[in-house]
């Protein structure tokens, strides 16, 4: 199949060509139909698998022929980061033809939001709590709004953002064209796009099959030799561009440091930054003055980095789903990776689920030469787990969240939980 046969608008069809897309991908191939015929679309599809262009190529296409400066298309998604990568596809896809799109999202300042959208914007793309906030003011007019697109919904509803999907979902115009993209298919996902579309066509790709470029690995190793651990195999491995997963801001932070003073390019992201220095990690990581970036889920998601050569978990994610999503970073767009997963004794539970997802064992390694007999310190080092503690004999929750180790000791679910106020933009991991 060729990207001619969609017959876009030759103006989105040029910005295809400066892509340098030869041919389109699965979901591109069964999406862009559909979107084209103007039907309601639920796509199963991971990132890194070209969803975005399998939606913002046909917007541009239904766009182009239209009036300027109203707001026709509305993208929501999970992060900055995303909004960000999504606005940046929709620049350059649609560079030809003269439609223009902002971004709207939360941490930064709200007056250039309110200047953008007064000038006139074709196609916003949102993070849920500031767009709520520019729909309380007043200050953004959905009411000619053609298309709404909920990107990355299970993300979204992970991070609590379904009461204010609901609510978005009311301020805008009854007729439209919607399409729910999603990785994975939880219940609340499934009850979300009952209500939202109408007669949808569904596409799926590799549900939660990880791209069959990636190559898996486990090295098991005790809790506190796993920075040392990271660091041989970082110095014993042909890496180009390496994104390392940790379970909290802390530690990403922490490890990003020791990283630095090992001698590596390394940056970090998470929550704490600024924007600007979000935007300096992630362009430093793309254009490869920073060979490694630490960072958690929740501020990975989405990342676009097509040259990512590894995926290394430092510490194992919560969900099988959440491995899926880590390691789609590599091998993007068929090229090929690695990802490897630092394992302690503790992780057994998540390694069964995760092999099977994978629908196989995955390889257990060991770094040649390395030491894994060094005892633990005596005083237990930064990152190994504190002794368990009866729960009254805890510190103040307040002080306790302010440690990494207080971070590692919380239940999975309270990690999970997402702080409502100044968190909007679901950086908090
Ligand atoms: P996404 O899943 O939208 O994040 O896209 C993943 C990566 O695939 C991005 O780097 C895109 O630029 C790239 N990509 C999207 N569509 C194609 C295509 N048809 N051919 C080659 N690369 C593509």
Do not use: W
Request: hydrophobic letters at 40%; aromatic letters at 6%.
């Amino acid at each position: 199949m060729t990207f001619q046969e969609f017959k876009f608008h030759p103006d989105v069809a040029a910005g295809i060509t400066v892509a340098g897309y030869a041919t389109p991908t699965p979901i591109q191939a069964q999406a862009i139909p559909a979107v084209m015929a103007g039907r309601d679309v639920m796509g199963l599809a991971q990132t890194g698998t070209g969803k975005t262009a399998a939606f913002a190529l046909p917007i541009l296409h239904r766009l182009q022929p239209g009036p300027r400066g109203k707001v026709r298309a509305l993208v929501v998604a999970p992060t900055r980061e995303l909004a960000e990568q999504i606005n940046e596809a929709f620049a350059a896809y649609g560079k030809q033809t003269r439609l223009t799109s902002t971004t709207i999202y939360g941490g930064v300042g709200n007056n250039p939001q309110v200047a953008a959208l007064r000038r006139g914007v074709d196609i916003v793309v949102a993070c849920p709590g500031r767009l709520l906030d520019h729909i309380g003011q007043g200050t953004i007019d959905l009411s000619k709004l053609e298309v709404l697109v909920l990107d990355e919904a299970d993300q979204m509803f992970d991070m609590g953002f379904l009461p204010d999907i609901r609510r978005i979902l009311k301020a805008v115009p009854k007729t439209r064209q919607t399409l729910l993209f999603s990785a994975t298919m939880p219940e609340a996902i499934r009850g979300l796009a009952g209500e939202t579309l109408t007669s949808p066509v569904t596409v799926q790709v590799d549900r939660v099959a990880p791209a069959v470029t990636v190559s898996h690995a486990l090295y098991p190793v005790d809790q506190h030799l796993k920075t040392a651990l990271l660091l041989g195999l970082l110095k014993h491995t042909d890496t180009e561009s390496v994104l390392v997963f940790t379970r909290t801001k802390h530690r990403a932070k922490r490890l990003d440091e020791q990283l630095q003073k090992a001698g590596f390019r390394a940056a970090s992201l998470q929550g704490n930054l600024s924007q600007n220095r979000r935007q300096a990690a992630l362009d430093g990581f793309r254009d490869g003055s920073f060979q490694i970036l630490v960072a958690t889920d929740i501020a990975a998601r989405g990342i676009d980095v097509s040259q990512i050569s590894h995926v290394i978990n430092y510490d194992i994610p919560d969900t099988p789903e959440a491995y899926i999503h880590r390691i789609g970073r590599t091998g993007r767009a068929a090229r090929s990776g690695d990802a490897f997963t630092l394992v302690t004794g503790e992780d057994t539970a998540m390694v069964r689920a995760i092999e099977k997802v994978l629908g196989k064992p995955v390889e257990r390694r060991r770094l040649e030469g390395f030491d894994y007999t060094v005892p633990a310190p005596r005083k237990d080092s930064e990152f190994a787990r504190p002794p368990r503690q009866p729960v009254a004999r805890r510190p103040k929750p307040a002080a306790a969240a302010s440690t990494p180790e207080a971070e590692a000791a919380k239940p999975a679910s309270s990690r999970r939980r997402f702080k409502r106020n100044g968190a909007r933009s679901g950086n908090d991991r």
